[in-house]
Nanobody, 129 residues
Framework: ETQLAESGGASVQAGGSLRLSCSTS????????LGWFRQGPGKEREFVAI???????TYTESVKGRFTISEDNVRHILYLQMNSLKPEDTAMYFC???????????????????????WGQGTQVTVSS
């Protein structure tokens, strides 16, 4: 079974940068969606960024221009480069994988954490002002 493991979370000051990594095991899928989600204190888990097997990326509005999702598709490592961090970015960050999305899914589907079946354990990002 595919397993995901995040790393790279830390405590930083506002304006700083971090790069999160998510390693995957037994990755044999040709069609997939890999994503980053986050869950802040007292909040529900929310979509941050997605990259699909064609390399198409999607971001939530609040991180556009600051975060970049990318994938090393040889080693199957997912990255999230986070720049200009803000206190409101403080959250536990999770990577997720789904391999059984419907064909040409709506944006509402690929950004819904309920649609993802594989999850890592999370890595904490704390941004202080």
């Amino acid at each position: 079974e595919t397993q995901l493991a995040e790393s790279g979370g830390a405590s930083v000051q506002a304006g700083g940068s971090l790069r999160l990594s998510c390693s995957t095991s037994e990755f044999t899928y040709s069609t997939y969606y890999l994503g980053w989600f986050r869950q802040g204190p007292g909040k529900e888990r929310e979509f941050v960024a997605i990259i699909d097997s064609d390399g198409i990326t999607t971001y939530t509005e609040s991180v556009k221009g600051r975060f970049t999702i990318s994938e090393d598709n040889v080693r199957h490592i997912l990255y999230l480069q986070m720049n200009s961090l803000k206190p409101e970015d403080t959250a536990m960050y999770f990577c997720a994988l789904e391999t059984a999305m419907p064909e040409e899914p709506d944006l509402s589907v690929i950004t819904d954490p309920e649609e993802y079946n594989y999850w890592g354990q999370g890595t904490q990002v704390t941004v202080s002002s």
